[in-house]
Every structure is written in structure tokens, then in C-alpha cells.
């Protein structure tokens, strides 16, 4: 007996059937018929050249909805009864739309769904919209063309409003009000956000080494001659330790462990402002240097010089706050409630110099965190992205699809750090020298920067220009690698790069 014919719906239905078993087949990368996680997903949508691939913020949300087994998995039946519920949708949605009934959509008729929707939006906007979803640029918006871009907005009633969100969304754009933020400043503010936060938590954890080393920094006790004399009866270790017994000592005298957080206010303060200035300045330069050709390929000088960059601009802006910081330090007693502390410190040094007083030594700062920056940021991108490119080679997948281990991310963070600390020490001591000038703790003052050199060299010899670099290391490892670990771990929930 002949097989009966296929009724034209039924021919219908295998074509669409066959049309959603090759979407399938093009999001499941991995061809193991299923999608088994977000990444899974991310990965076809990248497949697919879907913009949606890079919205983290959103690609949860679709998961969950298209996994109606709340199994965690995405299987081909999921997916089908998905795509048949949401390509319904969509129609629906697009028919409202369709004021002229052609079949397709000009841009006066999103406009005019938008102004009814008390949606408001640029015309630059409008037509980006409609720029992302006219693939063949023919000047008109097909249902095909409507439903290829918005199948996966995660959305169980779509409507205008929501189709709008859902593109400011996976193009990583924000609104508030008429307000509408492009991409890069949406980006910029996450980067802000990420490194002030980090600088909050490192600096707090390990306020009392920062604490030690300003105390050994303002000492300027005569050692040239004691350091001289150890060396000849070979006991410089002893000496060496002695400094950093007595400063220990002197803290805690003045006021018990808390005295181990004084300024610390101070520096939570500046960090914020700080990092976020450090951390997005630098992401902004690597991307101007860059141009249009991207950041993932900048070479390593280029990441040197935007680490420089960054590290100018964010202790410029902070100064004063750095310099006041150290001088209530320096004058702090153990009686004395550190609000008052402050505010007669601040005063005493709008009174000896004005503005002024604030900048003391900031060209050396200057000269200093350049080549800090640039050694500490540009070691650390190097060291992240030789592990990822050696990783994604190893393992045969793409470099955005591998992970840096927390572990990794702390050693990177020390070990670029502490390099760069070292090396630049003796310029940090002479500018935290010439801010402190004139307190308690250190009552020299100085006419310049060859006066101060020649001070600290001719009392306590070359060795004083590293004076209190172990405490330095000990502060700068744990706080590098701590920065580092949120900003990096902040970037993910933020969808950053």
C-alpha cells in the first residue's frame, strides 16, 4: 500500500521541526545532545554570532527558562516547546507592530510602539536597534529577521518595552530615565566599582604592616655608624631587627592594637576613589591604545604604559588625602581621639603652606608609581594571559573559555607586586619623608628633594632608603593579591572582561 501523502501541514510542521533541530544542533558545540550548563549555551550563542553570548547578566535567566525540568540541563524537547512558545510570542508581538500589514517593519512603526509604550529613546539608539536586527541592511525589519535576533529574550510576555531592555541589555547598556549610557561608559563604571571595592578590603587586611612601615619610614635615628660596626663584628642581622622591634613596640604603647589602624580610615577612603581610578583608568587606556583592533592582543610594553598611566592619574587625585593620612600618623598619641587628630593635623597644615601642604612631594610620586604601575599591572596581565594562552592551546578551546584558578590569581598578584615595590621603594621613602616633615613622630624638615636625600643617606647610609621595605612586602603581598582577587572575581559578576 503507497505511503499517504503529507498534507501541506504536516509539511510544515517537519520543516519548522528540522529548522529547530539545526539551531540545536549549532548551540550544542560540544555534540553531546544536550546543553548541559550556562557555558554550554554561551558557547552556541557565540556559534551563532548571537549578541546575547556576551550578556552574562541575562544568560541565567534564559537558561532557567528554557529548562522547564528545573534539571539543569537543556534538552532538544525543552528547547523545541521553547522556540514553538516564543516564536508564537513574537508573531503576535510582531503583527501588533505591523501597522502597514506587509509583512515587515519599518522604523516609524517601532518608533511609534515605543512613544505609545512611554518608552523614550535617541534616534542614534533607534537606530542601532533596528541596524542589529536589519541583517541584510534592505532598510525594513522581516518576522524571520525579528524572531532570529529576539528568540531568546527572557521574557515570558514580550512586549515593546521589554524588547527594548532586552537590546540595551546584551549590548551591555544601561538606562536611567532619558539617560542612556553607551557601552563603554556602562563598562567603565563596572571597572570603577570593581576597584574600589578591592582596594577597601586589601588595605583594611592589612592596615597594621602600613602602619609599621610609615613608623620606620619616619624614624631617623643616627644608624649609618651603628650599621658600619655590625658589619665588622657581624651581628647585622641583629641590628637590622632592632628598628622593627622598637617601632612595634612604640605602636602598641601608643594606644594597644588599635593603634595598628590609625589612618586607616583615611586609607579606606582614598582607596576607593583610588582604585576605581587605577583600575578603570587602566582598562580605558589598554583600550585606547588599542583602537579598534581590541585589548586581547596589546603588547607588553603597551600594557606598561597604560599600568603608568593609570597609576599617575589615580595618585594625583588622591594626594592629599595620602599626605594627611601619614602626617596623622606621624602625630597621632595614644590619648588622643583620632577625630581631633584630623582636623587639627589638616589645620596645621593649611596654616604652615596652604594648598600647597597637601602636594608636598608629589612629582617624586609621580616618578615613583609610574614605573610601579607599570611593572605591577603590565607583570600581572602578562603573567594572566601567557597562562590563558598556554592553557586554551593545551587544551584545544578558545581563550575566553578558560578560567584563571583563585590560586593563580593570588600568585600573580604577589609576585607582580612585590616586584614592583621593590624596586621603586627608595622614591615612595623620600616622598612619604617630605610629607610627614615636621611631625611628632618625624620633626626633620626638608628645603627639597636633595636636601631630604642627602639627609637620610648622610644619618643612616643607602640602607635608609630601604627602610621599612620588609613590612612594605609583607603589606604589599597580601594586599596585591587580595585587590586583585576581588577585582578579577568582581569583573565576572559584572560581566566585564
Given at each position: 500500500m503507497p505511503?499517504?501523502?503529507?498534507t ?5 510542521k517537519?520543516r519548522?521541526?528540522e529548522?529547530?533541530r539545526?539551531l ?6 560540544r555534540r553531546?545532545?544536550e546543553?548541559?550548563?550556562i ?6 550563542l ?9 550578556a552574562?547578566n ?9 529548562d522547564s525540568?528545573?534539571?539543569?540541563i537543556?534538552?532538544?524537547?525543552e528547547f523545541?516547546?521553547f ?9 503576535r ?6 501597522v502597514?500589514h506587509?509583512?515587515?517593519l519599518?522604523r ?5 510602539a515605543l512613544h505609545?509604550?512611554?518608552v523614550?529613546?535617541?534616534d ?8 542589529a536586527m536589519?541583517k541584510n541592511?534592505?532598510g525594513y525589519i522581516t518576522?524571520?529577521?525579528w524572531r ?21 541589555s ?7 530615565g ?6 563603554e ?16 578590603v586589601?588595605?583594611?587586611?592589612t592596615?597594621p ?6 613608623a620606620?619610614?619616619a624614624?631617623?635615628e643616627?644608624?649609618?655608624?651603628r650599621?658600619?660596626g655590625a ?6 642581622f641583629r ?6 622591634v622598637?617601632a ?6 601608643n594606644?594597644?592594637l588599635?593603634s595598628f ?9 582614598k582607596?576607593?576613589?583610588?582604585s576605581?581610578?587605577?583600575f578603570?583608568?587602566y582598562?580605558a587606556?589598554k583600550?585606547?591604545?588599542?583602537g ?8 607588553s610594553?603597551s600594557?606598561?604604559?597604560?599600568g ?8 594625583a ?5 595620602d599626605?594627611?593620612?601619614?602626617r596623622?600618623q ?8 583620632l577625630g ?21 612631594g ?7 608609581i609610574?614605573?610601579?604601575?607599570s611593572i605591577?599591572l603590565g607583570t ?9 594562552k598556554r ?10 573559555d ?9 600568585g ?11 624596586l621603586v ?8 619623608r617630605?610629607?610627614?616633615q615636621?611631625t611628632?613622630?618625624h620633626?626633620a624638615t626638608?628645603t ?5 636625600i642627602?639627609?637620610?643617606?648622610r ?10 621595605l620588609?613590612p ?8 596585591v593579591?587580595i585587590?586583585y ?6 569583573k ?6
Amino acid at each position: 500500500m503507497p505511503p499517504s501523502k503529507e498534507t501541506p501541514e504536516e509539511a510544515a510542521k517537519r520543516r519548522k521541526d528540522e529548522q529547530i533541530r539545526r539551531l540545536f544542533t549549532t548551540l550544542d558545540v560540544r555534540r553531546c545532545g544536550e546543553l548541559r550548563d550556562i557555558d554550554d549555551l554561551r558557547a552556541g550563542l557565540r556559534e551563532l554570532q548571537h549578541p546575547l553570548e556576551g550578556a552574562d547578566n541575562l544568560l541565567q535567566e534564559v537558561f532557567d527558562h528554557i529548562d522547564s525540568g528545573n534539571d539543569g540541563i537543556i534538552t532538544f524537547s525543552e528547547f523545541r516547546v521553547f522556540v514553538l512558545e516564543t516564536e508564537d510570542k513574537l508573531r503576535r508581538l510582531f503583527e501588533q507592530l505591523d501597522v502597514l500589514h506587509q509583512g515587515r517593519l519599518k522604523r516609524f512603526e517601532i518608533q511609534r510602539a515605543l512613544h505609545k509604550a512611554g518608552v523614550h529613546t535617541t534616534d542614534g539608539r533607534m537606530n542601532e536597534l533596528f541596524e542589529a536586527m536589519d541583517k541584510n541592511n534592505d532598510g525594513y525589519i522581516t518576522f524571520d529577521e525579528w524572531r532570529d535576533y529576539l528568540l531568546f529574550l527572557p521574557e515570558q510576555l514580550p512586549d515593546i518595552k521589554n524588547v527594548i531592555l532586552y537590546f540595551q541589555s546584551i549590548h551591555q547598556v544601561s538606562s536611567e530615565g532619558d539617560i542612556l549610557i553607551s557601552d563603554e561608559a556602562l563598562q567603565s563604571i563596572g571597572y570603577f566599582l570593581a576597584g574600589g571595592l578591592a582596594g577597601a578590603v586589601s588595605r583594611t587586611a592589612t592596615a597594621p604592616f602600613d602602619r609599621l612601615k610609615v613608623a620606620l619610614i619616619a624614624s631617623t635615628e643616627n644608624t649609618s655608624k651603628r650599621i658600619a660596626g655590625a658589619a665588622l663584628s657581624r651581628s647585622l642581622f641583629r641590628v637590622d631587627t632592632a628598628p622593627l622591634v622598637r617601632a612595634l613596640s612604640d605602636i602598641y604603647a601608643n594606644g594597644g592594637l588599635r593603634s595598628f589602624f590609625i589612618g586607616n580610615g583615611l586609607n579606606v577612603l582614598k582607596i576607593f576613589p583610588e582604585s576605581a581610578i587605577k583600575f578603570g583608568s587602566y582598562e580605558a587606556a589598554k583600550k585606547f591604545i588599542a583602537g579598534p583592533a581590541g585589548t586581547d592582543e596589546l603588547s607588553s610594553a603597551s600594557r606598561f604604559l597604560a599600568g603608568g598611566i593609570a597609576g599617575a592619574v589615580s595618585q594625583a587625585s588622591v594626594y592629599p588625602i595620602d599626605t594627611l593620612k601619614f602626617r596623622v600618623q606621624c602625630e597621632s598619641g595614644g590619648n588622643a581621639e583620632l577625630g581631633s587628630v584630623i582636623r587639627k593635623t589638616a589645620s596645621k597644615m593649611w596654616a604652615q603652606g596652604g594648598l600647597r601642604s597637601f602636594y608636598r612631594g608629589l612629582p617624586l610620586g609621580i616618578v615613583g608609581i609610574i614605573p610601579y604601575s607599570s611593572i605591577d599591572l603590565g607583570t600581572f596581565e602578562l603573567l594572566k594571559r601567557s597562562y590563558i594562552k598556554r592553557k586554551a592551546k593545551r587544551l584545544k578551546v578558545s581563550e575566553r573559555d578558560v578560567d584563571v584558578p583563585n590560586h593563580l590569581v593570588l600568585g600573580f598578584g604577589a609576585s607582580s607586586g612585590a616586584f614592583g615595590a621593590s624596586l621603586v621603594y627608595p622614591l615612595n621613602l623620600l616622598r612619604t619623608r617630605l610629607q610627614a616633615q615636621g611631625t611628632r613622630a618625624h620633626p626633620a624638615t626638608y628645603t627639597g628633594l636633595q636636601d631630604v636625600i642627602q639627609s637620610t643617606l648622610r644619618k643612616q647610609g643607602w640602607r635608609g632608603l630601604f627602610r621599612g621595605l620588609l613590612p612594605n612586602l609583607m603589606k604589599v603581598i597580601p594586599s596585591v593579591s587580595i585587590s586583585y582577587l576581588v577585582y578579577e572575581k568582581s569583573k565576572q559578576q559584572m560581566g566585564l572582561r
